[in-house]
């Protein structure tokens, strides 16, 4: 083992480029072979070891991959402590660095498609070689994984921690943290959608729901409420599921997830007939709130929110959503005073975000910090 340990910083410490990213691999292969033998604390230390040789030469990216790939290789033994340790290391090399969180998640790639879809079109109409479209194509692909890797790699990990373990808790805080660097203050959308995927396939749906909302993906997050609806939810509160989904959208100043999620959600739920109409009032309700919020008139909302109090009043905190509503969308001032407090009232201004004034666009620009009952 002593010997090994020594091969592996030696190989740590030579010189970049490509001859480094074959260090890196043989380093890899020697640790690798420690843990096939069962050397499971040795080859930790090993690790650990190396982290931070490499971080300590500004070997960042290298660092990462290493302890991504070690984490992956003790979870595929049964590891959790030792893959949790890498783990949280692989956050720390992404901390220090000097990556740049919309440069890594999502930088770019906007761009990139554009560039991939456009050269497809050219070869079509024949303006651009097969040879050079073809070239163009494979270099956006190769580019493109490159900077969706990061995100995918965070969210691999945490699917493979214990979900019952704290340090899984602190893994994901801190993975949000650092990603909000970009563009959500609550963490990056990209993640919060990998994240919520992950949870969703482990039926824990209200863990899911949190990243859904703070994703932009109405769809996922429509078909996520399906099944938790249909499996554990009562069939008269069918409805509920996907209203209290759409009004807490709208409390993010996110109306395309809020349209997305309804529609797909109203479409696809086998206890609702297609509508609209719908047979369920607070359905019908949600219908015309969205058309509301895309005309911005205060009467249409005002007289809407009057007709249908007997279906708002299911839920206490409809209304407190809708004083929300209002505000953003119609141009209600907000209250003076808050008429709630303790529980309920944290609760609301987590949601809400109190004290707002910016007029961020639709998405994840004003999001703010939302729990769930």
């Not at 420690?34 to 930790?44: F, R």
Request: proline share 3%; net charge negative; hydrophobic share 40%.
């Amino acid at each position: 083992m002593a010997a090994a340990m020594a091969a592996a910083e030696q190989e740590a410490s030579k010189g970049g480029g490509g001859r480094n990213r074959g260090g890196v691999q043989r380093v890899e292969g020697k640790l690798r072979a420690s843990v096939e033998k069962g050397e499971y604390y040795e080859a930790h230390q090993m690790y650990r070891t190396l982290f931070f040789r490499y971080m300590s030469q500004g070997k960042h990216v290298e660092a990462r991959e290493l302890m991504y790939s070690g984490a992956l290789l003790f979870f595929s033994h049964s590891q959790q402590n030792s893959a949790a340790d890498l783990s949280m290391l692989v956050l720390e090399s992404l901390e220090k660095s000097d990556a740049k969180v919309t440069d890594e998640l999502l930088g770019a790639t906007s761009i990139v498609c554009t560039v991939i879809d456009l050269s497809a079109a050219l070869m079509d109409s024949g303006f651009l070689s097969s040879q050079c479209g073809d070239v163009c194509i494979a270099r956006g692909s190769a580019i493109l994984s490159k900077k969706l890797c990061l995100s995918e790699n965070l969210a691999k990990v945490f699917s493979l921690m214990d979900p019952n373990s704290p340090e899984r808790v602190a893994f994901v805080s801190r993975a949000l943290k650092w990603s909000s660097g970009g563009s959500g203050k609550l963490g990056h959308p990209k993640l919060h959608q990998l994240l919520a995927i992950t949870l969703w396939k482990e039926q824990n749906y209200c863990e899911s729901r949190y990243h859904f909302l703070h994703s932009t993906d109405g769809e996922g997050c429509a078909n996520m409420l399906v099944e938790y609806s249909s499996s554990r939810g009562y069939r008269s509160e069918v409805d509920m599921f996907v209203a209290q989904a759409v009004l807490q959208f709208l409390c993010l100043k996110n109306k395309t997830s809020a349209s997305v999620v309804f529609t797909t959600y109203t479409q696809k739920h086998p206890s609702i007939e297609k509508g609209p109409p719908f047979v369920q009032p607070l359905l019908n309700f949600i219908w015309f709130l969205l058309l509301a919020v895309d005309g911005g008139k205060l009467t249409v909302f005002t007289v809407l929110c009057e007709q249908y109090q007997p279906s708002l009043k299911r839920d206490p905190m409809y209304n407190e959503y809708l004083d929300r509503i209002g505000q953003l969308f119609f141009g209600v001032p907000p209250k003076q005073t808050s008429s709630y407090g303790g529980l309920l009232g944290n609760l609301l201004n987590s949601l809400m975000g109190a004290g707002e004034d910016d007029d961020a666009e639709d998405g994840q620009e004003d999001s703010s910090p939302i729990e769930l009952d």
